[in-house]
Every structure is written in structure tokens, then in C-alpha cells.
């Protein structure tokens, strides 16, 4: 199967965890779109966004977005969404995943989580990004995966 499949989802969804097991299991290579910037730029995604700026993490995501030529399991930062030239991409892309468990499992994940965005928010604003962020999800996908079993994602497929 060499074709690139993208998951997308809010943070704490479980894109990394369930997209290695989806790339072993499917015998695909994975990747971590917030891992490449994190290499290229020579910082992780805290120091970039203190350093450097959300807006320049952006332009590395989308740069890297839409320059993607590579079968496998990509796994995308939950603000992927956000720029309509992604979603344009995304839209093209030959398979997006929308992983979306519910708030209360999100909730849970985020709680101890060191995300920039996270650790700037109460949990309140959290869920109001979460409900802003969710039709931009909506938009880009072709499957909607709401479970946390990777035989039950399997089936989907
Ligand atoms: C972000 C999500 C993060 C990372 C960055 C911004 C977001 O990725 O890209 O902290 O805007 O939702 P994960 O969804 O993998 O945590």
C-alpha cells in the first residue's frame, strides 16, 4: 500500500502513538511532521514557539506540508488546519484520517502535557479551540476514526 495517509487531529488524540503502530502493522514508514521541524530548525516545538514564534512554526509546517512527495503514515500537528492551503492540500491528499475521540479523552491526555499551547491555556480555552478548530478537521477528511483501538482503525481502512 504506497500511499501516503495523514492523520489529523486536535492534540492528545493519540496521532503519534496509533500512527507508529498503523505504519508497523501496515508495513509503512511513519512520520512526524512536528519531529521533522523539530530537526530541521535544530529546537523542539516549546523552544521554537518561545524563540522563534508561532507564526514562524507555521510557515515550517506548511512549507513541509505541502512540499510532501512520500508514501507512508504522516502523522500532523493538531494546528495543521489552520491555513487554508493546507486544507486545500489536505483535501487533495489521497487519504486523510480525522483521529477524534471525544472531549473528555482529549481532556484527560492534555492534563500533565508541556504543549505550548497547552501550557498557555486553561482547560476552558482548550475546549474552545478544540470546538473552533473542529469543523477545519471536518473539512479536510476522508475517514473519521473515533475509537482508540488500533484493530478498530484497521477496519476502517
Ligand atoms: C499544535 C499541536 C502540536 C504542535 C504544536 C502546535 C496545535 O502537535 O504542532 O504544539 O496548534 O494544535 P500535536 O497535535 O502533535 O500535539
Not at 18 to 34: H, I, S, Y
Not at 48 to 70: P, Y
Not at 71 to 100: C, D, F, H, M
Request: charged share 25%.
Amino acid at each position: 500500500m504506497a500511499k501516503a495517509i495523514f492523520l489529523i487531529g486536535f492534540m492528545g488524540v493519540g496521532k503519534t502513538f496509533l500512527g507508529q503502530k498503523l505504519a508497523e502493522t501496515l508495513e509503512m514508514d511513519f512520520f512526524d511532521l512536528d519531529f521533522k521541524i523539530e530537526k530541521k530548525v535544530g529546537m523542539d516545538v516549546n523552544e521554537i514557539f518561545s524563540t522563534k514564534g508561532e507564526k514562524f512554526f507555521r510557515q515550517e509546517e506548511s512549507q513541509l506540508l505541502l512540499n510532501w512527495d512520500k508514501p507512508g503514515i504522516i502523522s500532523t500537528g493538531g494546528g495543521i488546519v489552520l491555513a487554508e492551503k493546507n486544507r486545500e492540500y489536505l483535501k487533495s491528499a489521497e487519504q486523510v484520517i480525522w483521529l477524534n475521540p471525544s472531549w473528555e479523552i482529549i481532556n484527560s491526555r492534555l492534563e500533565n502535557s508541556y504543549r505550548p499551547l497547552v501550557l498557555e491555556r486553561t482547560i476552558d480555552e482548550l475546549h474552545e479551540l478544540w470546538t473552533q478548530r473542529y469543523h477545519l478537521y471536518q473539512e479536510c477528511t476522508d475517514l473519521i476514526f473515533t475509537g482508540n483501538d488500533l484493530q478498530d482503525l484497521l477496519k476502517l481502512l
